[in-house]
């Protein structure tokens, strides 16, 4: 089975170890080297003339919130750069000053500091959604049953971690506001790898530049309706406090700074390559990499969104059923075999999830699944 032609020029944007197979973009991403040349650059600007530097932050965050904004297609007055998913969905939830009886509805599919970050400020309650689910109907007919009396938010994936499939799709937002709830959506995987990544209008959405939008770690946006703008409350106070949603949300004082000023160089490369071209590449590349995992006895495809660039199979019954075994047969096929996946747990046996970069080639993927055949059948 022949795949996607390799990437022009792709290999040679990144400085990935040689010698390994990274296929496992959507965990941590990877910083193109003129972006990190980009940031490399400010450091040197901010050791130079730290007065100046630090002087000018506030206006050049904005000015860099800005060029993101319009690259995700958003308001650049509702979107504030923050530094992960995390710290983006507590301070979307702090802004609801929810009660501690009140509901926040989640599944079981949500990434668990997210997941966390909810547990801290009021009840949760969790709604299962079995991986084999058919297709978005399926999950919102089973996030719609979840809903209590008592629910105020719904904190949903856009593209859930594990099984890389959207669950928040527009049509699900559109019933929950119906129905009076809040909706607050984990997109940490969309920007760079969706076209449009806040379809659907939620109250709040973030997600992360680090991942998709070739940006350096610690780099994430948070977008918040018009309602709830004045009540995010600043994650440390600040000479910019007076300013209000978002620039007292995004200015820290003597932080590190570098990574979001660099961030729109990511999303303008991915604009120069072509967004839709790498969309597609990346689309394709990890569609052959799924089909050759198919083939490997015990492996088992599971319902996927097309045009994302991950995809989830569930693994041999039994295997990864906890996160220390999960973790386990991640390094095992790190040190084994040389390659980075995701391994992810389920109680009846987890699964692997495998990325498709313009870094990648198809070679990698079919010397994966001939290494992780041996590899299961002596497990």
């Not at 000015?63 to 650049?76: C, E, I, N, T």
């Not at 709040?204 to 991942?211: R, S």
């Not at 440390?236 to 209000?244: A, C, L, T």
């Not at 495809?301 to 999960?326: D, I, K, Y």
């Amino acid at each position: 089975m022949s795949g996607p032609a390799t990437f022009p020029g792709g290999p040679g944007l990144f400085r990935l170890t040689p010698g390994v197979a990274h296929l496992n973009h959507g965990s941590f991403g990877a910083v193109p080297l003129p972006v990190a040349r980009a940031q490399r650059e400010l450091a040197d600007e901010a050791a130079a003339d730290p007065d100046a530097f630090f002087l000018g932050v506030p206006d050049r965050v904005a000015a860099a919130r800005g060029r993101v904004a319009a690259h995700l297609g958003a308001d650049p007055d509702g979107l504030a750069l923050v530094t992960n998913a995390t710290e983006a969905a507590g301070l979307a939830l702090d802004a609801l000053r929810l009660d501690p009886d009140d509901e926040i509805l989640v599944t079981d599919h949500g990434y668990g500091t997210v997941v966390a970050a909810a547990a801290r400020r009021a009840k949760t309650v969790t709604v299962a959604l079995d991986p084999a689910l058919p297709d978005e109907d399926a999950v919102r007919e089973a996030v719609l049953a979840g809903l209590t009396p008592r629910t105020r938010v719904a904190l949903l994936d856009h593209i859930s971690s594990p099984t890389a499939r959207i669950l928040a799709g527009p049509r699900l937002l559109a019933e929950l506001r119906e129905r009076g709830v809040t909706t607050v959506v984990d997109g940490a995987h969309a920007p760079g790898m969706l076209a449009e990544p806040l379809a659907g209008q939620p109250d709040f959405w973030f997600g992360n530049l680090h991942k998709w939008a070739y940006a350096p770690p610690g780099s994430a946006v948070l977008a918040v309706a018009a309602a709830h703008r004045a009540r995010v409350p600043a994650p440390v106070p600040s000479w910019e406090d007076d300013r209000g949603f978002p620039r007292a949300v995004e200015y820290r004082a003597t932080a590190d700074y570098t990574g979001w000023l660099a961030a729109p160089g990511g999303l303008d490369l991915i604009a120069d390559l072509g967004a839709a071209r790498v969309r597609d590449h990346n689309a394709a590349l990890v569609r052959h990499g799924a089909q050759l995992l198919a083939g490997i006895p015990g492996l088992t495809p599971l319902p996927h969104t097309e045009g994302l660039a991950m995809r989830s199979l569930r693994l041999p019954r039994g295997l990864a059923r906890t996160q220390g075994e999960a973790a386990a047969l991640r390094e095992e096929i790190a040190a084994r075999l040389g390659f980075r996946v995701l391994i992810w747990a389920w109680p009846d046996g987890g699964g692997i999830r495998i990325s498709g970069q313009i870094y990648n080639r198809a070679e990698e993927y079919e010397r994966l699944a001939a290494a992780l055949s041996t590899l299961l059948a002596d497990v």
